[in-house]
C-alpha cells in the first residue's frame, strides 16, 4: 500500500510524540542533552528488540493517545521512519531551545546505507519528566554546515 500525503503528515505528527521514556530531567532552565539521547538510545534500543510496548512507552501522553497501542505505533514507525528503526550508524548532533520546545538532532545512516537527519522534540509530561513528542525525518543533503 503507497504512503499517501496524508498518511505521511500523519507519521510525521505521530512520530514527533515517539519517544519519551518517562525520564527525568529536572535542571531548572538548562537542558540536559545527555537524558534527551538516553530517551532516544532507549527507544532504538526497544525498536532493536521489536519491542512495540517499550518503544511506545517512551512516547508522550499525546502521541500514546494518536497512535493508540504500541502495536499501531510500531506499524507506522517500520512504515515511515525505518532509518529510525533500524539504523546502521546513529550520531548525536546540536540540541536547541525552541518555542515548542527541546530539539534534539540525530544523524542516522538506514538500512540501505542513506544518511538521514532525525530531528527528536521533546515535551514535559503531567509528572514533570520528559518525553519524546515528535520526530521529523529528511534525507540529509550531505552538505557541511
Known sequence: MRMGTSLLALVVCGFLGLSASVTSVRA???LDGAEFRK???GQMAAFRRNDAAGAFAFATS???KQFQSPDIFIAMV???YLPVFQPKDVSFGRLKETAQGPVQEVFVTGPDGDNWVALYSFARQ???????????LRKDSGSAA
Do not use: A, F, N
Open 62 to 64: 499525546g502521541l500514546q
Open 39 to 41: 530517551l532516544i538510545q
Open 28 to 30: 531548572e532552565g538548562v
Open 126 to 136: 503531567e509528572d514533570g519528566t520528559w518525553g519524546i513528542s515528535g520526530c521529523v
Open 78 to 80: 517500520k512504515q515511515g
